[in-house]
């Protein structure tokens, strides 16, 4: 009986997989590889094209992979100090070819004798040592006289690497699956009228794994273009837009509390200020203050520019709850952030009366005892932390605004579980933050269910960032210049994309570190990445907030961190890799302060990835420090960085949308979403289900 359901495919552990064996299988895990949907959902990156036979005449050394069908007609063994080598000529009847083998098994190397037929598929290379064309270590068939030649009718997926499982094995497991769809197929959820590209789910699945070959010759095929990737994209972001709608939905059910305006404590609090607020801060703290004065829960975004005083207008809306006898928490996504936004509400709210109180998994025994019994009891009226501020444990007395920081690091589970902390039969409001400018069609995309509250003023006495591009190797240039600098007291962030080296020699923050302590042995210099314990991350941040460091090597991760007004200079070293928005927060990170700032951008020369897109994310850089132009030209570019953020960086919400690079679809996903939850429940209940099984609709 054919399931109804998802549940074959959502259940079934890929340990059922004919032949798969428990090594392999632990590595699909490692990867976070589990069911046969979540295998489904790894696609390819590249295709090889096994369709045609090539005859060698024909062949040229691009370094593309090539099929022939030819016989080996001399063989030669190579041997020295450091390879083994086999050599052998292929000859079909348009010509010969090398192929060269190494490190073959002797009982592998006797299968090759002269006058044997076989097919060849690798790739062809012109090889400068000797100028000699040949296959590299191709793929081999042997074959009989007359056997015939039948080509594959669709091209060869090749998957990012598994620990420990061949390609062959990878391609054999997803095979498997995708076959299962033909006796036991996904539903169709999508109703016609909302399927532009008449697929269903499972059409489009297999031709993301095994595209036909592309009607023009050696045209590469991206995997992220084809019209079975979009199909799967689309019905995500219907799905997403679904829980989006459903939510608010949810939080129509019930009131909120209707809250004061506090006109008397916030206007105390403003005049109070060292220094004026923003137009745009006023304006946006009005709004905020009108949604938590009514009874209809706030969904409100507040969103701005690197710098432009989000926290300010969370301070006045935190007074505003305080004062009026409830709570309310700040939920960020790093416990660097939360320790930042700790330090920055205290300060301001301790003068009011007001009690802060930081919460982090760190905080234990008797101390949290004591932390949670305030909590219940109301004593503390704004509580900051990560995940721990809506563990199972943590009670409010009346919790009744949450403020989320850069809410897209967050999945909906998270985000529903601190609502329900709210008293019972009450809707929380919410505020939603973050730092990146959103152009509306992101808006849409990732808070359609928020009005919106845009910063889009500095304020004054902020000098804008000196930005310089150049190429890696004027890089000791730089080092030099910052020896002389920070001997006369300025900080600097030095960033680097990765913590260790990897197959494309992206820069590394350890080998940045070392370089950098050999060169300039009189700076104190401090190291900063993700693989540090919470603690140690804390530490190193505290020590260069205290002048301990001249220069702080980090990772991305100081995207969001504590802020160093001391720091004026950041070198961002294979800048080439990363996308605008995210090069855009990096250098809000200096400019804090008084002095004159400067953003380096050191992009590798070398590589192949400084193409026309990456020099022309560089050269916006240098143009222009505003962020909502920023915002806009990142998303016309759809370069690899998201217009929200490195994905590694922090939650990710969708397993196969890039809201960058699938933004043309955004609007029709939100008109079909719209259409299913006011006209088609089940479908509407089937779709989340599929998409974000831990959503209760």
């Not at 090539?54 to 040229?60: E, F, V």
Request: proline share 5%.
């Amino acid at each position: 009986m054919v399931p109804k359901d998802d549940s074959y495919y959502a259940n079934s552990d890929i340990a059922i997989i004919k032949g798969l064996g428990t090594t392999y299988t632990s590595s699909f895990y490692k990867k976070g590889i589990f069911t046969l949907f979540d295998l489904l959902l790894d696609f390819p990156f590249k295709f090889l094209d096994q369709t045609k036979i090539t005859k060698i005449a024909d062949i040229r050394p691009d370094g593309g992979f090539y099929f022939i069908d030819a016989h080996i007609v001399a063989v030669q063994n190579v041997l020295t100090r450091r390879v083994k080598m086999l050599k052998m000529m292929l000859q079909d009847d348009t010509g010969k070819i090398e192929a060269v083998f190494f490190n073959l098994y002797p009982n592998q190397i006797k299968a090759y004798t002269r006058g044997r037929r076989i097919l060849a598929f690798g790739p062809v290379k012109y090889n400068d040592y000797n100028g000699v064309v040949n296959f590299t270590q191709p793929t081999v068939t042997f074959l009989e006289e007359g056997d015939e030649v039948k080509p594959q009718e669709r091209m060869t997926p090749v998957y990012h690497a598994v620990e420990k499982v061949p390609q062959a094995a990878i391609r054999k497991a997803v095979n498997g699956v995708l076959q299962s769809l033909h006796a036991i197929p996904l539903p169709e959820l999508l109703p016609q009228k909302h399927n532009p590209f008449n697929l269903t789910l499972s059409q489009a699945l297999d031709l993301c794994h095994y595209p036909f070959p592309p009607d023009i010759p050696n045209q590469k095929i991206i995997p992220e273009k084809t019209e079975g990737f979009k199909r799967i994209s689309y019905e995500e972001l219907i799905a997403y837009q679904l829980t989006l709608l459903s939510v608010k939905r949810k939080n129509e059910q019930h009131n909120a509390v209707a809250i004061d305006k506090a006109l008397e404590e916030t206007e105390s609090f403003i005049k109070s200020l060292p220094f004026e607020l923003t137009g745009a801060q006023m304006r946006s703290f009005k709004e905020v203050q009108q949604d938590l004065s009514s009874q209809k829960p706030m969904l409100r975004l507040l969103h701005g520019d690197v710098g432009s005083g989000k926290t300010m207008v969370a301070v006045l809306a935190a007074i505003q709850v305080a004062k009026s006898g409830n709570q309310c928490v700040v939920l960020a996504p790093t416990e660097l952030l939360a320790q930042q936004h700790y330090q920055k509400f205290k300060a301001l709210l301790d003068p009011c009366g007001i009690r802060t109180e930081l919460i982090t998994s760190s905080i234990k025994g008797v101390k949290r005892k004591k932390l949670l019994e305030d909590i219940e009891s109301g004593e503390v009226q704004v509580i900051i932390g990560t995940h721990s501020v809506y563990q199972e444990e943590v009670h409010y007395r009346n919790l009744i605004l949450a403020i989320i920081d850069e809410q897209h690091r967050f999945g909906i589970d998270q985000r529903i579980a601190l609502l329900k902390k709210a008293p019972s039969d009450i809707t929380m409001h919410q505020l939603v933050m973050t730092a990146t400018p959103i152009p509306r069609t992101l808006q849409l995309a990732l808070f359609s269910d928020l009005d919106v509250s845009t910063l889009d003023e500095l304020p004054k006495g902020r000098k804008p960032i000196i930005t310089a591009v150049m190429p890696d190797t004027r890089k000791a240039e730089v080092i030099k210049r910052l020896d002389e600098v920070c001997h006369q007291g300025t900080q600097v962030y030095w960033v680097c994309p990765n913590i260790e080296e990897n197959e494309d020699e992206t820069e590394s923050v350890k080998t940045t570190y070392k370089e950098l302590k050999k060169r300039l042995p009189d700076l104190k210099i401090g190291l900063l990445h993700g693989q540090l314990a919470t603690n140690e991350k804390n530490k190193v941040m505290k020590a260069f907030l205290e002048k301990e460091y001249d220069i702080l090597v980090a990772t991305t991760i100081i995207e969001v961190g504590v802020d160093v007004p001391n720091a004026s200079i950041i070198v961002i070293e294979g800048a080439q890799r990363l996308g605008l928005a995210q090069l855009h927060q990096l250098r809000g990170r200096v400019g804090r302060g008084a002095l004159d700032s400067y953003c380096i951008l050191i992009y590798k020369s070398s590589e192949t990835d400084v193409n026309d897109i990456a020099m022309q994310r560089l050269s916006i850089m240098r143009a222009t420090t505003d962020g909502f132009k920023i915002a806009t030209e990142d998303l016309k570019l759809r370069g690899p960085g998201e217009v929200l953020g490195n994905k590694q960086t922090g939650f990710d919400i969708f397993r196969v949308v890039d809201v960058n690079r699938d933004f043309e679809l955004i609007d029709i996903a939100r008109n079909a979403a719209l259409d299913i939850i006011h006209n088609d429940t089940e479908t509407c209940r089937a779709l989340i289900a599929r998409w974000f099984p831990k959503f209760k609709v």
